[in-house]
């Protein structure tokens, strides 16, 4: 597993641009990314994940880039990741997912959409069965990303920019009804810079 230390910048999920309020101080969260590897057995995975726990381990973030978990359409491989969060969360532990549909200058779309423009309404539908595959899992989470470094991808494209804001206010109104405690975001190398790009809370990684 690798040390992780994020830090998040809340400006409250909008559809449009907001100020950002004022952060009130929290308790600081030591965190880790999660990364037990998948051939490792249930048992094995489960020791090393209440291991780190009991280290005082207290977030952790879970990828799940969208075009691996789906391999072919319809086809869903996120149950070890549903176990996991189901065992950290019922710890204590706060827990961050991270489904990245733009990760610095890469689209990680299925490869079946890859082509498609963020907010053609096939890629929203097949987004939105993606995550009922997710089930009751998205509440484990506290936050969620929709993208990593996702200014770098966006700064010369502004057409996709607003492609992705309409796939990502969809994905926000879908979400509010499956987990309305849900924070929905995206990740950004400036955090405070892209929220008027995003119009949303954005997690920057330092």
């Known amino acids: 597993m690798c040390a992780l230390l994020l830090a998040i910048f809340l400006a409250g999920p909008a559809p449009s641009v907001t100020p950002a309020r004022s952060v ?51 086809g869903y491989d996120v149950e070890r990741v549903t176990r996991a969060a189901r065992v950290l969360r019922q710890s204590g532990a706060v827990l961050h997912l991270d489904v990245p549909l733009v ?30 595959a997710l089930g009751p899992a998205l509440a484990d989470f506290s936050t969620l990303s929709l993208g990593n470094d996702a200014d770098t991808y966006f700064s ?25 405690r849900l924070l929905v ?9 892209s929220q008027r790009n995003f119009g949303c809370w954005t997690l920057g990684v330092v």
């Open 24 to 74: 009130v101080s929290a308790p600081a969260l030591l965190g880790l990314a999660v990364n037990v590897p998948d051939s490792s057995p249930p048992a094995a995975r489960q020791r090393a994940l209440e291991a780190v726990r009991r280290a005082g381990v207290s977030l952790f973030a879970f990828e799940v880039p969208w075009r691996d978990a789906e391999s072919e359409p319809g």
């Open 103 to 132: 990760n610095g200058r890469m689209r990680l779309l299925p490869w079946d959409l890859s082509a498609l423009p963020f907010d053609d309404p096939s890629l929203a539908r097949r987004l939105g069965r993606f995550f009922d």
């Open 156 to 180: 010369d494209k502004p057409d996709e920019l607003r492609a992705f804001r309409r796939l990502f206010d969809g994905a926000v109104e879908y979400l509010g009804k499956k987990a309305p």
């Open 185 to 193: 975001g995206v990740a950004t190398a400036a955090p405070t810079e």
